[in-house]
Antibody, heavy 126, light 105 residues
Framework: EVQLVESGGGLVQPGRSLRLSCAAS????????MHWVRQAPGKGLEWVSG????????GYADSVRGRFTISRDNARNSLYLQMNSLRAEDTALYYC???????????????????WGQGTLVTVSS | DIQMTQSPASLPASVGDRVTITCRTS??????INWYQQKPGKAPKLLVYSASNLPSGVPSRFSGSGFGTDFNLTISSLQREDFATYYC????????FGQGTKVEI
């Protein structure tokens, strides 16, 4: 059974940093591109960042480019999101998401996401 | 950049209804569109990939169609558990997700 378990969320002040982690199991991790997708309270889905199976292709939404960094450790079956210079508008539930294929779409956007974690909540507030 | 419009935003319906949700793109995306269902408090679930393919376990009352710029997600006979929000998603431009359609009683 595929499992994606996010951690690292919490309450943080504007301008500070946070690092999210996603522990993957139940599938061959380096056979899949991976993504972070977020959802602000009461809002729709927003793709944040994606990374191909070998980290050779990485992409970011304009809203986070230059502030967030995605990475993965295939030996540890783990995905990460380093979030710097956090803003109030980054407040959201952050989902770890598994791409159906090892490769991303253009700019490493999702092809199709066939499994999702339950999310970790990030709240940016003073 | 490719623009994508999902409609309607809200869809009142009843059990047994046939419902259709549409996504339209400004340029052709071939069949590179996927559909997700999200229930309150839950993670999204993949319903249809590559326009018309159902993952294992998705009920056959769900179907996807379309090619190029116009795509539909159809529920042939709405069940109580289908009241949820549905999103289309493409991989050609950002943002990849549509605005969502809430199917409600």
């Amino acid at each position: 059974e595929v499992q994606l378990v996010e951690s690292g969320g919490g309450l943080v002040q504007p301008g500070r940093s946070l690092r999210l982690s996603c522990a993957a199991s139940g599938f061959i991790f380096d056979n899949s591109a991976m993504h972070w997708v977020r959802q602000a309270p009461g809002k729709g889905l927003e793709w944040v960042s994606g990374i191909s199976w070998n980290s050779g292709s990485i992409g970011y939404a304009d809203s986070v480019r230059g502030r967030f960094t995605i990475s993965r450790d295939n030996a540890r079956n783990s995905l990460y999101l380093q979030m710097n210079s956090l803003r109030a508008e980054d407040t959201a539930l952050y989902y770890c998401a598994k791409n159906m294929s090892p490769y991303c779409g253009g700019d490493c956007r999702p092809n199709a996401v066939d499994h999702w974690g339950q999310g970790t909540l990030v709240t940016v507030s003073s | 950049d490719i623009q994508m419009t999902q409609s309607p935003a809200s869809l009142p319906a009843s059990v047994g209804d046939r419902v259709t949700i549409t996504c339209r793109t400004s340029h052709s995306i071939n069949t590179y569109i996927n559909w997700y269902q999200q229930k309150p408090g839950k993670a999204p679930k993949l319903l249809v990939y590559s326009a018309s393919n159902l993952p294992s376990g998705v009920p056959s009352r769900f179907s996807g169609s379309g090619f190029g710029t116009d795509f539909n997600l159809t529920i042939s006979s709405l069940q109580r558990e289908d009241f949820a929000t549905y999103y289309c998603q493409q991989s050609y431009s950002t943002p990849p997700f549509g605005q969502g359609t809430k199917v409600e009683i």
